[in-house]
């Protein structure tokens, strides 16, 4: 070991880390999702992490944060393996030291997880225990000693990184099938395909081909479920088989109820189209969609469990303990808040909560739309909190009125001639009444003039705009958009940030004529 560049030795500490790490997770496999140590500790960085950090997450990385957040974890890892390796000496082997103690921390992560035991640490213990095994085997000599006498340093030095290489892919094989059997053992897709949803009792009105203006390369108004945006805290996707989903009513109720998938038949199912949006989308930004959801009325399933007057909150929870806090009212009303089932005539994919999730119209996804939910408690605003609340976000979020420029791209080129230029605007729960656009010419101002609008589906939808436009003088224009909503509302110019219940502001686009 004495004589081995720093940086050799680093690489056989990142080579012991792949090794732990890889057998751990393939250990993981019969023991079952909970004794994931990735997905424990990343959970638990997760919910450790400040709400103004996860919020900064989410607007910078998007729909990526997850896998943003896995390789962060990796490469913090892999630097501390690199790191304490290079320092190893045989009085002190900081590397191993540093390998068990990553190891007693992702053990210490699986026991704080829902539904975890003691045997689910064995695979974090065995994975540990290999990749300490791996450093010491690396770090033994039996690479370098043997032949010093005919083999320069460097040779060497060749020579284990190979090994050590060969170690880092072995760990990431085993790594990979590892993620790749956990991941089909707990699957539920297939419950989810044999799962056909139930006759429809009251479709939603048929959708008019006026929705979708013409001309311009907008946004489909149902937005393909594949292109459906996503947010959620889970690290994981919750795996919730149809026969062990369960829906428990409790709290300031007269009577508690448990409500299994199959006792849902008995209520009327209803289709309804519903634009979510979440709170975190900047102006802008496109964690905005729509979607036809099939499902129950929340009010049909609440009325049997008699709701307490004094109650004004539903606290929902999720199967993997997300929270969210909804008016009673947003939830009896004749908004008609779902249990949802099914999203675009199919049943729900999993990342958007199969079996079942709330669809609450004109509240931020934060306070509503519940997914994987098991539990819903009838309590009070001044007596709970929910997963956002408690990170400083409003403990109410009706969705504000905003609108977005789809086309022109920020900074793309225009043709002089005409051109037709488009977007989104909502105001869920209201509607949109009207859409303006003011097109700036280089070094002016121009004047604010109606955009056409595409018909009205309803007031939980977003309504799509189009303006034509003929480009004559060449170089920077700023096109702004601003809504108004059925209150008559403009749109306010003020800038807010998505924290903490939503933000606001005209969106802009700069683009060139040329
Ligand atoms: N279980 C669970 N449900 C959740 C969340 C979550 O983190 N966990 N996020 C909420 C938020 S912030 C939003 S905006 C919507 C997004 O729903 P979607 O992913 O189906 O678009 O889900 C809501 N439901
Ligand atoms: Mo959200």
Redesign the pocket.
Known sequence: MAGLPHSTRAWCGVAAAAVAVGVTELAAVPFGPQADARTAVGSAVIDATPGAVKEWAITTFGMADKLVLTLAVLGVIAALAAVSAALQTRRFPVGSVVIVAAGIVGSAAVLSRAGAGAPDVIPTVVGTACGVAALHFLLSGRFTDAGETASTGVDRGRRLSLVALGFVAAGGLTGAAGVALSRRAASVTGDRTAFALPRVDVSAPPIPRAVQPEGAGLPSFITPTAD???????LSVPQVARDEWQLRIHGMVDREITYRFADLERFETLEKVVT?T??SNPVGGDLI?TATWTGFRVRDLLAAAGIHPDADMVLST?R?G?T?GTPVEALTDERDALLAIGMNGEPLPTE??YPARLVVPGL???VS????VVDLELTRFDRAQAYWTKLGWSERGPIKTESRIDVPRAGGDVAPGPVTFGGVAWAQNRGVRAVEVRIDPPGGQGDWQPARLGASYSNDTWRLWSVDWEARETGLHTITVRATDNTGAVQTEARADPVPDGATGWHSIVFNVT
């Open positions: 459906f945006y996503r947010i959620d805290t889970a979510l979440c709170v969609s999720s993997d997300f969210a958007h909560g931020y996804g934060y739309a519940t997914k994987w």
